[in-house]
């Protein structure tokens, strides 16, 4: 679905703006992916996101979205960026009408669909992130924080881009407000059927949604797999200053002290029904 | 780009420059454009010349760093120097159709350029040694004695400090913003001046409600750490005059006096 | 009699925010009752929207008590001519790590609040020197704030409030936006200042890693205080917590979710190496040998 080969991207060095550069990035994520990005800050993840959204245009190197080149010549960037879905991170602030109503149709009205399908969108999009229709009457600058962030993200997923890119959708949020985003991206994913790409500096949440992980340091892909496969290397993660989950640290420790749980388990509900098999095991003998 | 403007950055360090009082170098910035603008012939740029180059040597900033200063306003020198070059009367040189080069035209360009790039290095050369901190408390201090007739001194350095503290948080914001409306497929570059302006209120909304809220946060963020206003208030770094701002105001005024004598003389 | 070891004292705290709608009047705060004691640790935990900031602002006369008092260092918030002797008691650490740097410098910003309070100028020096210091940024002290990462800027937010030297330190939601790197900066520092300088800290923060790390934590809901303890007896309620919408570390889960499967082990543990040792004392007892 989307594609990067030999992708560069510097900034212009020096002064206060620099931001972190990305060199020979390599990656291919398949339609109906889910795709969780991490790295520490400055590891080049933002610019490789912005970079698949065709925000910033690579030094060298191309990307290609279901075959059309981004910033190729006869690619109108306008029209192909309607495909992408870029969730910034704290988007809340990126609201700016009367209504929520008119915000979350602000998208669908610049790709020039009729009043009709804008409507039938918004209504759709407020529904998947569980906005009620009372709400979409009502000023945004009116709404609570957690609900402004959802509308931010309903003025995204009105477009129904075939790729979702989300930047931290659940910085800044309490514990409810986190879990609640998390559940409606991951419904999203489902019933639409799209290609989600998160960046999380949760590794529990990576780790309970991502079906596959990219693992950026120093501007570059630094592992690049399944959970099980990523998670399996903790010691290269803390290597990078990057946490594991707590499961996993928990059946690593575990595994050093003999107990037979299998590699690849870093959810609260996987490592419960690991020990209660080895239990079972026990007791039959 | 934004990001290129050295004018108005401040290069840490210690040199004398960076240690005199900012009222002298307020002042003498002053004296300095005045007599930018006065000079009258090339051996009062070449005193000029010497002058800005002791100086820049003496704030031990890169050359080359303070050249860049100028990058920004390039296109309005030469736009200046084209236009003083074809549009003034006088013993023609070179014509070309309705084109002409002056002997009086290549004088003015040449002076123009001096002009702008003296008066470019001068003022990036204040505001690279200078802390913003200490150019608001300069300009605070200096009027002061004009408080008596209303003129709200401490609220204007106070003002000062805020706004160069904050431009760089916002015009990040602003770039912030500009590509999530880009993303949601604004278009900023299509259309006639009004559909443009009306493009404009997607950025502009979004960054007045940021503003305000940084506004609110930083007021409650000020009392708390018990701003009352400028009655009271001391200063980590005192201003004071010491010899090397006598030094200082010396120098500035041989500079002067050599320019208005070559004026006079020459 | 006032009561040498505590700092702020809550008495019956009420309050509600004037709403522009007069039928609208819901209770932000419904009666608290708190003490924080001298050189304590303290965490608030709460979802958004608990009432956690706003009992926050009332640590330091941001807002006054509608109901009730708060007295710091035995002197009322409600008592406008104190404000300022209140303020420079209470430093409060604030969440944008953007909005509440003053000065573009580092130590300039750091040297706002003595500035104000008409300290003589050697004295500043002293203060933003070992405020600097004590938040580790002494190297930074002629940068631009603006070059720093989020976790520095906040670090430079604390040393601002310390060099009023003030006797609790109120982080209100200081870590909410920063990255785990940021989180990990301010954490060591705050308890540093705890351990070493004998300052006494109030933590307000969703995160329950954080508030783990304090002596003992009040949980809010609704306005109200729900839980108050160390951190081991808050966090063994999972369900308690999960149902007022807070999380548990994961450890905890896990042990509380075997527990609930008919395994005999302790809940009360937070850490990884706690848990994993728990988990294998306990299966270690029960009979045979753990491998084939």
């Keep these: 679905m989307i594609k990067l080969s030999d992708v560069n991207y510097t900034y212009m060095s020096g002064g206060p703006f620099e931001k972190a550069a990305v060199k020979d990035i390599n990656l291919e994520l398949k339609t109906g992916q889910f795709v969780g990005i991490i790295g520490h800050t400055g590891s080049g993840k933002s610019t490789l996101i912005q970079l698949m959204a065709g925000l910033l245009k690579p030094d060298s190197g191309k990307i290609s979205i279901d075959g059309q080149t981004l910033y190729g010549k006869a690619t109108n960037m306008r029209k192909l960026r309607f495909q992408i879905g870029f969730v910034m991170q704290y988007p809340e602030y990126q609201l700016f009408e009367e209504t929520v109503f008119q915000d979350i149709a602000f998208g669908p009205k610049n790709m020039g669909l009729s009043e009709e399908e804008i409507k039938r969108r918004v209504h759709f999009a407020a529904k998947l992130v569980g906005l009620d229709d009372e709400i979409l009457g009502k000023s945004p600058f009116e709404l609570s924080g957690g609900q402004k962030r959802r509308a931010a993200i309903a003025g995204v997923v009105a477009m129904e881009p075939k790729l979702l890119i989300l930047d931290e959708p659940t910085a800044g949020l309490d514990p409810g407000g986190r879990d609640e985003i998390l559940c409606k991206i991951r419904d999203m994913h489902r019933r639409l059927g799209i290609t989600v790409v998160l960046v999380s500096h949760s590794m529990e949440d990576i780790a309970s949604l991502a079906d596959k992980i990219v693992v950026m340091n120093h501007g570059e892909i630094a592992m690049k797999g399944t959970p099980d496969e990523i998670f399996k290397n903790a010691a290269r993660l803390k290597e990078m200053g990057l946490a594991v989950p707590q499961i996993a640290e928990v059946c690593m420790k575990l595994r050093e002290a003999g107990l037979p749980i299998p590699e690849g388990i870093y959810t609260v509900s996987a490592a419960k029904a690991e020990l209660e098999k080895i239990l079972k095991a026990k007791e039959k003998r | 780009m934004l990001k290129d403007i050295t004018l108005g950055q401040y290069f840490p360090g210690n040199s004398l420059i960076h240690r005199l009082d900012p009222r002298t170098k307020i002042l003498c910035i002053i004296l300095y454009i005045t007599v930018i603008f006065c000079v009258k012939n090339f051996w009062g740029y070449g005193v000029l010349a010497a002058f800005t180059a002791i100086c820049i040597i003496s704030s031990k900033i890169p050359f080359g760093y303070v050249i860049k200063g100028v990058k920004p306003i390039l296109i309005f020198v030469i736009f200046t120097a084209l236009f003083n070059l074809f549009l003034t009367n006088g013993r023609v040189l070179w014509s070309w159709g309705f084109l002409k080069i002056t002997y009086e035209g290549v004088r003015l360009a040449a002076f123009m350029v001096l002009r702008l790039f003296f008066l470019v290095l001068g003022t990036s050369l204040l505001t690279l040694t200078t802390s913003p901190i200490a150019l608001t408390d300069g300009i605070e201090k200096l009027l002061s004695p004009f408080k008596k007739i209303g003129v709200p001194a401490h609220e204007l350095a106070m003002m000062m400090t805020i706004a160069l503290r904050f431009v760089p948080t916002l015009l990040e914001e602003t770039e912030k913003i500009i590509k999530a409306q880009t993303a949601r497929g604004a278009d900023f570059e299509s259309g006639n001046i009004i559909n443009r302006a009306k493009a404009m209120i997607p950025i502009l909304i979004p960054l007045f409600v940021s503003a305000f809220r940084r506004a609110d946060d930083l007021a409650v963020a000020m009392e708390c750490r018990c701003y009352r206003g400028g009655e009271n208030r001391t200063r980590l770094k005192e201003l004071k005059m010491t010899t090397a701002d006598i030094w200082g105001w010396l120098f500035v005024t041989v500079l002067a006096v050599l320019v208005f004598t070559s004026n006079i003389l020459l | ?292």
């Design chain 3, 1 to 292: 009699m006032k009561n040498t070891d505590t700092v702020i004292e809550i008495k019956d705290l009420e309050f509600s925010y004037e709403d522009s709608d007069a039928n609208k009047t819901d209770a932000v705060l419904k009666g608290i009752n708190l003490c924080v004691k001298k050189g304590e640790f303290l965490a608030v935990l709460g979802h958004n929207g608990s009432g956690k900031s706003t009992l926050a602002k009332h640590l330091n006369a941001i807002l006054v008590p509608k109901n009730g008092t708060v007295l710091v260092d035995g002197i009322d918030t409600a008592d406008e001519n104190s404000l300022y002797d209140i303020r420079q008691k209470v430093g409060m650490v604030f969440q944008n790590p953007d909005n509440q740097l003053v000065a573009t410098i580092v130590e300039e910003d750091v040297a706002f609040a003595p500035e104000n309070l008409g300290v003589e100028p050697s004295e500043i020096r002293k203060r933003v020197d070992y405020a600097l210091d004590a938040v580790n940024m002494t190297e930074y002290k002629e940068h631009s704030s603006g070059m720093l990462s989020g976790g520095q800027k906040q670090r430079i937010a604390v040393a601002g409030v310390l060099a009023m030297k003030p006797e609790v330190v109120v982080m209100d939601e200081s870590t909410a936006m920063l990255d785990p790197v940021g989180r990990r900066e301010i954490m060591d520092t705050v308890k540093k200042l705890n351990r070493q300088e004998k300052m006494t800290v109030v933590m307000i923060t969703h995160f329950m890693e954080e508030a783990a790390q304090a002596d003992r934590v009040v949980v809010m809901d609704k306005g109200e205080i729900v839980m108050e303890g160390t951190p081991k007896e808050i966090f063994c309620q999972v369900e308690a917590l999960k149902k007022i919408g807070l999380d548990v570390p994961q450890t905890t889960e896990l042990l509380y979710s075997l527990k609930k499967s008919g395994f005999k082990l302790a809940t009360d543990l937070l850490t990884v190496e706690e848990c994993a040792k728990e988990i294998e004392t306990v299966f270690s007892k029960i009979g045979g040998a753990l491998c084939d």
